[in-house]
């Protein structure tokens, strides 16, 4: 995204991109085969705008103060997209996941196991380990290292079918 702005715009300096009309125009550009951007595109144009316009704000290259453009661009110019809700597994696509998982990849089956069962986040599940769960109890303790995002410590039942299973994967990485 910046990278391609730059080439089409070459010689600009940081001041200048401040503008709210370029800057729309340019989040709401053509895709490369010359069809209309998706609402999508047009939306994850503008965050990196943002991201980059918050990062000159912390390096003192824009003013503190009031909006800058790509705010202004996010509000005015970029669609607003449904929500899609979450996507729930049947439980048949379930089973063609795990098998697919066992087959290809099992180290990863601890990880959908809870991610997919336990509702954890991805991220949540990459730092894990297996103190965390209390077999004997039936719980999955989420700290707040764990948890970051919210930095909120919770418990997790944990179905004794799924509890079982995590049993036998832990004895079989040890």
């Given at each position: 995204e910046l990278n391609g702005f730059v080439a089409a715009n070459p010689g600009l300096m940081v001041a200048e991109l401040n503008d709210e009309e370029r800057l729309a125009r340019w989040v709401k550009r053509k895709t490369p085969d010359g069809g209309k951007a998706a609402p999508r595109t047009i939306r994850n144009r503008a965050t990196t705008w943002v991201t980059l316009f918050?990062?000159?704000?912390?390096?003192?290259?824009?003013?503190?103060?009031?909006?800058?453009?790509?705010?202004?661009?996010?509000?005015?110019?970029?669609?607003?997209?449904?929500?899609?809700?979450?996507?729930?597994?049947?439980?048949?696509?379930?089973?063609?996941?795990?098998?697919?998982?066992?087959?290809?990849?099992?180290?990863?089956?601890?990880f959908l196991l809870v991610?997919?069962?336990?509702?954890?986040?991805?991220?949540?599940?990459?730092?894990?380990?297996?103190?965390?769960?209390?077999?004997?109890?039936?719980?999955?303790?989420?700290?707040?290292?764990?948890?970051?995002?919210?930095?909120?410590?919770?418990?997790?039942?944990?179905?004794p079918r799924l509890t079982l299973r995590l049993q036998q994967l832990k004895a079989e990485s040890s």
């Open positions: 918050n990062r000159l704000r912390e390096w003192n290259l824009l003013p503190e103060s009031g909006k800058h453009a790509a705010e202004r661009v996010r509000k005015r110019h970029v669609p607003d997209i449904p929500d899609e809700g979450k996507a729930i597994l049947s439980i048949d696509q379930g089973r063609l996941l795990l098998a697919a998982v066992r087959e290809d990849e099992p180290k990863l089956e601890a991610a997919g069962w336990l509702g954890l986040r991805p991220s949540e599940c990459q730092r894990l380990d297996w103190t965390a769960f209390d077999f004997e109890k039936g719980f999955l303790h989420v700290s707040a290292r764990v948890a970051q995002k919210t930095a909120l410590e919770r418990y997790v039942p944990v179905d």
